[in-house]
């Protein structure tokens, strides 16, 4: 079972993973699918029996088919047994307690904490401000309290089959990190294995944190609106700053934390990775110095940024869902009008409610001497009016 933790290359992991199932099948080794939903059976109301059972009945079936091992990946099963050993043995129990080894990767916990919070406040509707103990309230407590998790796994797995790797570039066995899990999964490296295409898992702009917070709080999450407005959020940025901001902690809150976390960082090296030295390499360069802030000027530029995005994006919307956006516009613009004017608008109504049936498109009127974006905006900001009055 590999674990995760977050944030440790368990995406490209299992990018590699599904590229080579062919191959790792060869050596004994079956990686199967739907491994996303490993960890969904602990939901609140619902019965985690069923779910398990669900979930797990393939990994279950494939177990007991023939010798061989079976790799379930899902990074959410770290925080999802942690501190719970009756789900530890509820699972066992429904796969007929198979002999089971835990890959777990730890990342130090500075950067680990800045990048895991940038994607949980992009990912979700949390609110949390940021503060080294933030994991703990969205996670679960102890978070970085590294010797406590890998103890805990220890216990209910035995300490001979959990393996701790440590995910840093310096310390990968063979070079990578598809190499380094190949050796931890006690295989030699083999040529014929493909490597995923490289890509970027990118968290959001450090300096956004805060506007994203405040986002979280105020917009809708039904429809997949918030997500689709962090989407434009992501294009935007770019544009915005020259060079990305990933640190969210001062120069001082970082040595203070990691020396917090170096005496239990120091038992993991000891009872699971070996070596001399710290289990980390500490930090160094621009990681000593303070993060950069967002300032007035970025929050201008953002505002228009976010208006360009707007009146560009408009031309790539399909014709029915444009005909159906003014077709909402007109009904709010009817709901304030009376006598002659609510006659006309109804008419305006009725005929764009026929061009919508026919899959039919009209563009906008331009005014004379104006470009098509500034009457995009100018109806925009018409509908916010009408939306603003009634209190929608």
């Known amino acids: 079972m590999h674990i995760g933790l977050h944030k440790t290359g368990t995406t490209a992991l299992q990018e590699f993973f599904s590229l080579n199932r062919g191959t790792l099948g060869e050596k004994g080794i079956s990686y199967l699918r739907k491994n996303h939903l490993l960890s969904d059976c602990w939901t609140e109301g619902e019965d985690s029996d069923r779910l398990v059972a669900k979930r ?8 007991a ?4 091992t079976v790799l379930a990946s899902n990074e959410s099963l770290s925080s999802e047994l942690y501190g719970h050993p009756e789900r530890v043995e509820q ?10 080894v835990i890959i777990l990767y730890l990342r130090r916990q500075d950067v680990h904490l800045e990048s895991l919070y940038r994607q949980l406040i992009r990912g979700s509707d949390a609110t949390a401000p940021f503060s080294v103990s933030v994991i703990d309230e969205l996670l679960h407590p102890d978070y970085y309290d590294y010797e406590k998790k890998v103890r805990f796994f220890a216990d209910q797995f035995g300490k001979e089959n959990v ?8 310390r990968f066995a063979g070079g990578s990190l598809f190499s380094d899990f190949t050796d931890a999964l006690g295989l030699a490296w083999d040529d014929a294995f493909v490597r995923p295409p490289k890509g970027v898992n990118e968290s959001m702009d450090a300096r956004l944190m805060d506007f994203m917070l405040f986002a979280n709080a105020r917009l809708p999450e039904e429809n997949g609106q918030l997500r689709q407005f962090k989407d434009v959020i ?5 544009g915005l700053f020259e060079a990305p901001e990933s640190r969210l902690l001062t120069a001082d809150e970082r040595l203070a934390f990691l020396e917090s976390c170096e005496e239990g960082n120091d038992w993991v090296r ?7 030295g710290p289990l980390f390499p500490p930090p160094a360069g621009r990681l000593l110095e303070d993060p950069k802030r967002i300032t007035n000027e970025d929050f201008h530029g953002l505002l228009l940024l976010l208006n360009a995005a707007w009146n560009s ?3 790539a919307v399909p014709f029915p869902l444009y005909n159906y956006r003014k077709i909402e516009h007109l009904r709010r613009k009817r709901q304030g009008a009376t006598g002659v004017k609510r006659a006309l608008v109804s008419v305006q109504l009725g005929f764009h409610k026929l061009l919508h049936l026919a899959k039919l498109y009209l563009v906008p009127t331009r005014w004379p001497g104006r470009r098509l974006d500034g009457t995009i905006l100018r109806y925009v900001n018409k509908d916010a009016l009408f939306v603003r009055k009634g209190g929608k």
Do not use: H, I, N
């Open 91 to 100: 699972l066992m129990d429904f796969l007929c307690r198979p002999e089971t």
């Open 56 to 63: 797990w009945t393939t990994v279950r079936d494939r177990l």
């Open 234 to 238: 992501d294009t935007v940025e770019k």
């Open 163 to 170: 393996r701790v790797r440590v995910y840093d570039r310096a």
């Open 313 to 315: 994006g408009f031309g």
């Open 65 to 68: 088919s023939g010798p061989g």
């Open 270 to 276: 000891r009872e699971f990775v070996g070596g001399q």
